[in-house]
């Protein structure tokens, strides 16, 4: 076995030096191209290549040379080297992630291409747009994208263009699950590759075929693809579309159980992945080197191969390979009866499926960002269109005012009343849909809050909860070690109950459309069965809870809403506290209403994030002193509350010292109250 890996070492090292010296080749002649030059079109043509050599593997190079290529076409007003220039930065961007940029300049590129115009460069431009789209989730975006490319590399025949379309067009469609079309798209850009006698889309071709066989469940005709396409990938030096092969050739092995073979394939893509720096692929091959030795029992190596891909996989933000990686630790330590490993490992998994929320949070925005810009250029299109049919209409009146004056002043006073009337029509709607605009942009932040908790806040804890009910279950477990983990699930789904409780009541308000059912009723047995309520989550933090209140104390509002804000102050009050601190409730009259106050002596809350408390669009929760856990909506909605029944909410708070939260409510004019009592409890 070592001898083989040292041969296959050994074959990887020279087809690294033969595959330097081609690419040294090939940069030796762009770059005597651009010495030998006679005329700076030619010149831009010559940095446009090298840009387009160097932005595979030399993004810095590449965008070096791109720049040159700009200074010098703008310089000459070349518009068609411009063209080429925005392409190249398009892609530079696209391969770095950046798509908001990358789409901007692929946008750039389009109008140039279409105002000379060059049917080449709007192909790019559109393939290019279509990948962007593909990548933000705009899955139908990218499909009407890639029909424009299709449709104009039709009339041309059989080219690359047209292979490069069908591909794009069926990677999306497999995408969005349409799995037939998808297949057919792939054949076709195959049969392209055959008759073009072109190795890379053939390779392509073949791997993306094998793809649809495997998630079919058809392994043997996923395999035959999958080795056919290895064979032209080895041929071709393509060492990226080699070691992505040998992997998914090592997959399906694995899931025959054919284990040694699956451990050659897995060890050929990790060594090449290792030899030619191919982050990806060495996250991947280690992955599955790990769920391999997971499957055979071999635990200390499978712990070695996923802390290995854990590692790689973080430092290349390639956070799904990560998940892979920490499921197999997870499991592992299982295995071997170390659980407190395995808990580790468990939570480093949820977090990062939190920080893959996050990032889809963040493509989202870009979304709607690039959405927004799209929306605006239709706009200023349509403005561009209206003014030109005006002034066309303009001239054609002028030209009668020549031949009848009469008319003329006619047509112009009524020319002049319509415009008017459709200018204040204009404005107008223009006005509702900037105020609707804005609204749905409101509801929309609103709706991906709500969203985002609920897959981040409710489900991160539900895992916490079903991982440590697995290690709860395990009979060898010492008495002392089931007591701190049935405490974290007990806090656990007391934390889960309470985010269900504020979504719940606040969803319940917005159905009803803000509607109230005051009445009156004594809001001081409703502070002592709150109180009452939190008195063991006081007691555990060894928190005293002081109430100063008449026996007796009615205001008018809607029980159930200000029953949620009295449970969600004292919870914050609590939860903010330090272990022993104190906790006061009190009251005072001001005309005709009442104003309480929950007091804490605890952290306390920096001027900055204060000012942002009550919005729900804004405010983020921080941990407790004993790391309790929250969302956020627990203020934002106990304001909302307050404000439908009459009332208002603030707060006042010093870092280091405490804060007071205050809300008022109108008092009951039909009852009164007596001189005031102490109602403490721990």
Not at 433 to 450: C, G, W, Y
Not at 481 to 503: C, H, P, W, Y
Not at 626 to 644: N, V, Y
Request: net charge negative.
């Amino acid at each position: 076995m070592r001898k083989g890996k040292q041969l296959i070492t050994s074959l990887f090292l020279i087809v690294l030096c033969m595959t330097m010296s081609a690419q040294s080749d090939k940069a030796l002649a762009l770059k005597k191209r651009l010495e030998i030059a006679q005329s700076d079109t030619a010149r831009v043509n010559a940095y446009n290549d090298l840009a387009r050599f160097y932005r595979e593997f030399d993004k810095e190079v590449a965008f070096d040379y791109t720049y040159e290529a700009e200074k010098i076409a703008n310089l000459i007003s070349y518009q068609r080297g411009l063209g080429f220039v925005f392409e190249n930065y398009t892609i530079i961007a696209y391969r770095a992630g950046e798509l908001p940029v990358a789409f901007d300049h692929a946008m750039h590129c389009l109008e140039i291409a279409e105002g000379i115009p060059d049917s080449l460069l709007i192909t790019l431009a559109y393939n290019n747009l279509g990948l962007i789209q593909r990548d933000l989730g705009n899955l139908d975006e990218a499909i009407e994208s890639f029909e424009v490319v299709l449709e104009y590399e039709r009339t041309l025949g059989i080219t690359e263009g047209l292979a490069r379309g069908v591909m794009n067009t069926g990677a999306t469609l497999f995408s969005l699950r349409e799995l037939e079309n998808a297949a057919r798209l792939f054949q076709e850009a195959w049969e392209i590759g055959i008759q073009l006698k072109d190795t890379h889309i053939i390779v392509v071709a073949l791997n993306n075929l094998g793809s649809y066989h495997q998630q079919k469940g058809d392994l043997n005709m996923a395999m035959t693809r999958y080795k056919e396409a290895r064979e032209y990938a080895v041929d071709l030096q393509n060492l990226n579309n080699w070691g992505t092969l040998s992997h998914n050739i090592g997959w399906v092995y694995f899931k025959w159980d054919i284990i040694d073979t699956s451990f050659i394939y897995l060890n050929e893509a990790l060594t090449l992945s290792r030899e030619h720096n191919l982050p990806l692929i060495e996250t991947a091959a280690l992955g599955s080197l790990a769920e391999v030795s997971l499957k055979i029992k071999d635990f200390s190596q499978s712990i070695a191969y996923a802390t290995k891909g854990y590692q790689v996989a973080k430092s290349a933000s390639k956070f799904e390979q990560a998940k892979k990686s920490l499921r197999s630790l997870h499991q592992a330590y299982y295995a071997i009866d170390m659980y407190d490993s395995a808990y580790k490992y468990l939570q480093e998994y949820n977090a990062i499926n939190d920080s893959i929320l996050a990032l889809q949070e963040n493509q989202r925005i870009q979304q709607l960002t690039i959405s927004n810009t799209i929306a605006q250029k239709d706009f200023q299109l349509a403005q561009q269109k209206a003014k030109a049919e005006k002034e066309q209409d303009r001239i054609q009146k002028l030209s009668i005012a020549f031949l009848v004056v009469t008319s003329l002043l006619i047509g112009l006073g009524y020319t002049w009343y319509r415009l008017r009337k459709a200018n204040i029509q204009l404005e107008e709607h223009n006005t509702k849909i900037q105020t609707q605009h804005q609204q749905l942009i409101e509801l929309n932040h609103i709706k991906d809050r709500v969203f985002s908790i609920i897959s981040h806040d409710i489900r991160a804890p539900l895992n916490n909860i079903k991982g440590l009910m697995d290690i709860l279950l395990v009979q060898a477990l010492e008495e002392e070690q089931r007591q701190m983990i049935a405490g974290k699930v007990k806090k656990q789904v007391r934390e889960t109950s309470d985010i269900f409780d504020n979504l719940l009541r606040w969803s319940r308000n917005q159905l009803l459309k803000n509607q109230t059912e005051a009445s009156s009723f004594d809001i001081v047995s409703l502070f002592k069965e709150s109180a009452e309520a939190f008195s063991q989550q006081a007691s555990q933090k060894e928190i005293e809870l002081k109430c100063e209140f008449p026996p007796q104390l009615y205001v008018f509002a809607d029980r159930e809403m200000i029953h949620t804000v009295i449970r969600n102050l004292l919870s914050n009050a609590i939860k903010f506290s330090r272990p022993k601190g104190e906790v006061s409730l009190s009251h005072e009259i001001k005309g005709t209403k009442v104003i309480l106050h929950v007091i804490d002596h605890g952290l306390g809350i920096e001027a900055e994030k204060l000012a942002t408390i009550f919005d729900l669009k804004q405010n983020v929760s921080t941990p407790g002193t004993a790391d309790e856990r929250g969302t956020g909506l627990g203020l934002p909605i106990s304001k909302e509350f307050i404000e439908q029944n009459g009332g208002s909410m603030w707060a006042q708070s010093t870092v280091g010292v405490g804060s007071i939260f205050s809300f008022s409510l109108p008092m009951n004019p039909q009852k009164t109250f007596i001189a005031s009592e102490v109602m403490e409890s721990q």
